[in-house]
């Protein structure tokens, strides 16, 4: 694979949602471009961008996969993302690298919310895009309803540049209303045939046609002018208008067609290469901007190869054969491979493996990148996904990916100690490959715990830990930290005396204990007066204080929101000491703990959820179900967002109830907001259940 010139390079991305027929679409790419020598399937495991063996197994695309390849002296970098919702990340890094955005929308579906909420990604980084209506050869599909569908959610009516021809029931061909040809094509068959429209086609031909100019006029004041005194357009203007216009999103143009069948596809390659934008085009229009590392000042890059070197890492990869692999979009400037170049997100030098250029699971070794470029770089050191590398004397960091947050939690546990350590390690790795996986190990409930986008998720990530790593564990529902606090105010005498020959033990002290607002802390006071005791062992009371409230008295639990204060006390000139106070403080507090009302607290989480707005009703009704209060509901575009606060344990398996719901349409995301009291009725069970746990950790 030669590297072409930054002018011929489009860089763009395959989005869509999960079984639109996006690896399908570009199998169909690659055949019409001459890069392969027939259509793979999806469903028998042979197409070019699905090859983890978690993709042959579930039969659908679970990683981003890059396919480079030259196509009418084009030089195409076209990305296949996943489409399902749990996998959404790899999609939002992806649009980080390209140009531009093919989206595939089905002929007889709507758009679900993986794809809304890739849509507002595509116009917050303002991409141009291109629409393929596929599946068109199925029953019950059509272009017309299709093309309202996106009307109504993208904002702005789309505008069909191929049209379906029917023969019969089955189609087999599109009219390219720009070229004003049929073009017939089919899966076997790789030169397709363009013929004249006939006669039964010709008053249409003429109809989308006029549309096509219409539209493409409006879109700019010297073509309006030129189609209203002429009533027509050349060409040449005709292709300049709609290039214009797709690239400053005025326009979105609409083809009609079907992958697997490969019709279609050669009007959507031609518009690739003839409408989307250059990188040096793009970077013109929509300079890459970022911040100098050092003073936070704000750099650009337009995107040429004169400028100082930068890229972007948007993906890492670990291959089996190859190693650890960081895809990279250079973003401006020439690099060459082994280079020492500077990662700015991290602070430190970098050396450059090798480069690669991507066909699948296929790799291609390549000297050098330039601005435009993605390539595959071998073996990075420190650099992760989503970071930046620069010249060093030119340094700029871009912003992070920004990916969606996990909301779903698993506790996991190794089959055997042995393999704790590896267990740890395949997670870090696997988080290499997927920052949207999250692995903390939680120092109160001694878990290890997972956090994923969802059980689809969570699955595929324990398969891959068990075939690269070799390792089986178990999941389960994670504890909840739980915390103790008090709702009255206390005092107790703590009182430690112990004699044995020699030097005795004698700590004495009395506490006052008082309930804090919640969210406080913990305070530390001291009311001796006169001496009763002496102030070096006032620290070591604390101290005892401090070590008792890691365990509270109702189940154990860490206490919270307490203001402690010693008050009185004796001591013994012989026989006290800083070990003898901090007893006789941890005494204390057990004792006031035990007479100052003791409640459980649980931790409650701010949720926001997105869902389509007739099932708001019963998603709220489920959250007031789970012990949640609403606290605000705000239209969105397409949506209403629900802002609520829910206790922890009533979400721990909220994203597969909310899926059920909504029919997957729905979104949230969680983060912790505060300690709040458990229901009385709620919390015998709680320490019954804790009860059970320590009994069963006592018999292991």
């Given at each position: 694979?030669?590297?072409?010139?930054?002018?011929?390079?489009?860089?763009?991305?395959?989005?869509?949602?999960?079984?639109?027929?996006?690896?399908?679409?570009?199998?169909?790419?690659?055949?019409?471009?001459?890069?392969?020598?027939?259509?793979?399937?999806?469903?028998?495991?042979?197409?070019?961008?699905?090859?983890?063996?978690?993709?042959?197994?579930?039969?659908?695309?679970?990683?981003?996969?890059?396919?480079?390849?030259?196509?009418?002296?084009?030089?195409?970098?076209?990305?296949?993302?996943?489409?399902?919702?749990?996998?959404?990340?790899?999609?939002?890094?992806?649009?980080?690298?390209?140009?531009?955005?093919?989206?595939?929308?089905?002929?007889?579906?709507?758009?679900?919310?993986?794809?809304?909420?890739?849509?507002?990604?595509?116009?917050?980084?303002?991409?141009?895009?291109?629409?393929?209506?596929?599946?068109?050869?199925?029953e019950g599909t059509s272009f017309k309803n299709a093309l309202e569908i996106g009307r109504q959610h993208f904002g702005f009516a789309p505008l069909p540049l191929t049209v379906p021809v029917d023969q019969g029931r089955v189609i087999d061909g599109v009219y390219d209303i720009r070229h004003e040809k049929v073009i017939r094509s089919g899966p076997t068959s790789l030169q397709v045939e363009q013929v004249s429209p006939g006669d039964d086609l010709q008053e249409f031909a003429r109809e989308t046609r006029r549309q096509l100019m219409e539209a493409v006029a409006e879109t700019d004041e010297l073509l309006l002018e030129r189609y209203l005194s002429q009533g027509d357009l050349t060409q040449e203007e005709l292709l300049d208008g709609l290039r214009r216009g797709t690239q400053l999103r005025r326009l979105l143009p609409a083809y009609a067609g079907s992958a697997a069948q490969n019709v279609g596809v050669w009007s959507?390659?031609?518009?690739?290469?003839?409408?989307?934008?250059?990188?040096?085009?793009?970077?013109?229009?929509h300079p890459w901007y970022g911040t100098h590392p050092e003073t936070n000042a704000t750099c650009e890059r337009k995107g040429s190869a004169e400028e100082p070197f930068s890229a972007y890492v948007f993906k890492t990869l670990i291959d089996p054969f190859v190693g650890r692999l960081s895809y990279c979009r250079v973003l401006s400037g020439t690099v060459q491979a082994d280079t020492t170049v500077w990662n700015a997100s991290r602070q430190v030098r970098e050396k450059l493996g090798h480069f690669y250029q991507v066909l699948g699971k296929r790799h291609v070794s390549v000297g050098s990148a330039k601005a435009g470029d993605i390539v595959a770089i071998g073996k990075l050191k420190d650099t992760q996904t989503g970071d930046t590398v620069c010249q060093e004397s030119a340094p700029i960091c871009y912003a992070g990916l920004g990916m969606p947050k996990p909301s779903l939690s698993f506790a996991i546990e190794a089959k055997s100690k042995a393999e704790i350590d590896k267990v740890s390690l395949g997670l870090h790795k696997l988080i290499e490959e997927d920052p949207t996986l999250e692995f903390t190990r939680n120092s109160e409930t001694k878990e290890m715990v997972l956090n994923g986008m969802g059980q689809f998720h969570i699955d595929l990530a324990m398969e891959k830990l068990q075939r690269k790593f070799g390792v089986d564990v178990v999941l389960h529902t994670p504890k909840i930290a739980y915390r103790e606090t008090i709702k009255s105010q206390s005092q107790a005498q703590g009182k430690y005396k112990k004699q044995t020959g020699g030097h005795g033990q004698y700590g004495d002290c009395w506490l006052e204990v008082v309930p804090q607002p919640r969210g406080h802390g913990f305070a530390f006071g001291n009311r001796i007066v006169g001496g009763a005791i002496p102030r070096n062992f006032i620290p070591a009371v604390e101290k005892g204080v401090l070590e008792a409230m890691h365990e509270g008295p109702l189940s154990g639990f860490p206490v919270v929101d307490v203001r402690v204060t010693v008050y009185d006390g004796s001591y013994h000139t012989v026989d006290s000491s800083e070990m003898s106070f901090k007893i006789a403080g941890a005494m204390a507090l057990k004792k006031a703990m035990e007479t100052a009302h003791p409640v459980l607290l649980e931790p409650v989480m701010r949720v926001d959820i997105d869902s389509p707005p007739d099932t708001v009703g019963a998603v709220m009704g489920d959250l007031n179900a789970r012990r949640g209060r609403i606290v605000s509901v705000n239209a969105l575009a397409h949506m209403e967002q629900i802002t609520a606060m829910v206790p922890l344990a009533e979400l721990l398996r909220y994203a597969t109830a909310l899926n059920a719901m909504t029919g997957g349409r729905a979104s949230y995301v969680v983060e912790f907001d505060h300690y709040d009291e458990v229901p009385r009725e709620l919390t015998a069970k709680i320490i019954e259940r804790r009860k059970a746990e320590q009994h069963i950790a006592v018999a292991h």
């Amino acid at each position: 694979m030669e590297t072409a010139r930054v002018e011929l390079v489009r860089n763009v991305a395959i989005v869509s949602s999960v079984g639109a027929g996006k690896t399908s679409l570009c199998e169909s790419l690659l055949y019409v471009g001459g890069v392969i020598p027939s259509l793979g399937s999806v469903t028998e495991g042979t197409t070019v961008s699905d090859f983890e063996p978690e993709e042959l197994r579930h039969r659908t695309s679970t990683s981003t996969s890059l396919l480079q390849f030259n196509s009418n002296q084009t030089h195409i970098n076209l990305i296949d993302t996943p489409g399902a919702l749990d996998l959404l990340g790899e999609p939002m890094a992806a649009l980080r690298a390209v140009d531009a955005v093919i989206i595939v929308l089905g002929g007889s579906g709507g758009v679900r919310t993986e794809l809304a909420r890739l849509w507002l990604k595509i116009e917050e980084l303002s991409l141009p895009c291109l629409l393929f209506i596929n599946g068109l050869d199925k029953e019950g599909t059509s272009f017309k309803n299709a093309l309202e569908i996106g009307r109504q959610h993208f904002g702005f009516a789309p505008l069909p540049l191929t049209v379906p021809v029917d023969q019969g029931r089955v189609i087999d061909g599109v009219y390219d209303i720009r070229h004003e040809k049929v073009i017939r094509s089919g899966p076997t068959s790789l030169q397709v045939e363009q013929v004249s429209p006939g006669d039964d086609l010709q008053e249409f031909a003429r109809e989308t046609r006029r549309q096509l100019m219409e539209a493409v006029a409006e879109t700019d004041e010297l073509l309006l002018e030129r189609y209203l005194s002429q009533g027509d357009l050349t060409q040449e203007e005709l292709l300049d208008g709609l290039r214009r216009g797709t690239q400053l999103r005025r326009l979105l143009p609409a083809y009609a067609g079907s992958a697997a069948q490969n019709v279609g596809v050669w009007s959507l390659l031609d518009a690739m290469v003839m409408l989307l934008p250059s990188p040096r085009e793009r970077g013109a229009d929509h300079p890459w901007y970022g911040t100098h590392p050092e003073t936070n000042a704000t750099c650009e890059r337009k995107g040429s190869a004169e400028e100082p070197f930068s890229a972007y890492v948007f993906k890492t990869l670990i291959d089996p054969f190859v190693g650890r692999l960081s895809y990279c979009r250079v973003l401006s400037g020439t690099v060459q491979a082994d280079t020492t170049v500077w990662n700015a997100s991290r602070q430190v030098r970098e050396k450059l493996g090798h480069f690669y250029q991507v066909l699948g699971k296929r790799h291609v070794s390549v000297g050098s990148a330039k601005a435009g470029d993605i390539v595959a770089i071998g073996k990075l050191k420190d650099t992760q996904t989503g970071d930046t590398v620069c010249q060093e004397s030119a340094p700029i960091c871009y912003a992070g990916l920004g990916m969606p947050k996990p909301s779903l939690s698993f506790a996991i546990e190794a089959k055997s100690k042995a393999e704790i350590d590896k267990v740890s390690l395949g997670l870090h790795k696997l988080i290499e490959e997927d920052p949207t996986l999250e692995f903390t190990r939680n120092s109160e409930t001694k878990e290890m715990v997972l956090n994923g986008m969802g059980q689809f998720h969570i699955d595929l990530a324990m398969e891959k830990l068990q075939r690269k790593f070799g390792v089986d564990v178990v999941l389960h529902t994670p504890k909840i930290a739980y915390r103790e606090t008090i709702k009255s105010q206390s005092q107790a005498q703590g009182k430690y005396k112990k004699q044995t020959g020699g030097h005795g033990q004698y700590g004495d002290c009395w506490l006052e204990v008082v309930p804090q607002p919640r969210g406080h802390g913990f305070a530390f006071g001291n009311r001796i007066v006169g001496g009763a005791i002496p102030r070096n062992f006032i620290p070591a009371v604390e101290k005892g204080v401090l070590e008792a409230m890691h365990e509270g008295p109702l189940s154990g639990f860490p206490v919270v929101d307490v203001r402690v204060t010693v008050y009185d006390g004796s001591y013994h000139t012989v026989d006290s000491s800083e070990m003898s106070f901090k007893i006789a403080g941890a005494m204390a507090l057990k004792k006031a703990m035990e007479t100052a009302h003791p409640v459980l607290l649980e931790p409650v989480m701010r949720v926001d959820i997105d869902s389509p707005p007739d099932t708001v009703g019963a998603v709220m009704g489920d959250l007031n179900a789970r012990r949640g209060r609403i606290v605000s509901v705000n239209a969105l575009a397409h949506m209403e967002q629900i802002t609520a606060m829910v206790p922890l344990a009533e979400l721990l398996r909220y994203a597969t109830a909310l899926n059920a719901m909504t029919g997957g349409r729905a979104s949230y995301v969680v983060e912790f907001d505060h300690y709040d009291e458990v229901p009385r009725e709620l919390t015998a069970k709680i320490i019954e259940r804790r009860k059970a746990e320590q009994h069963i950790a006592v018999a292991h």
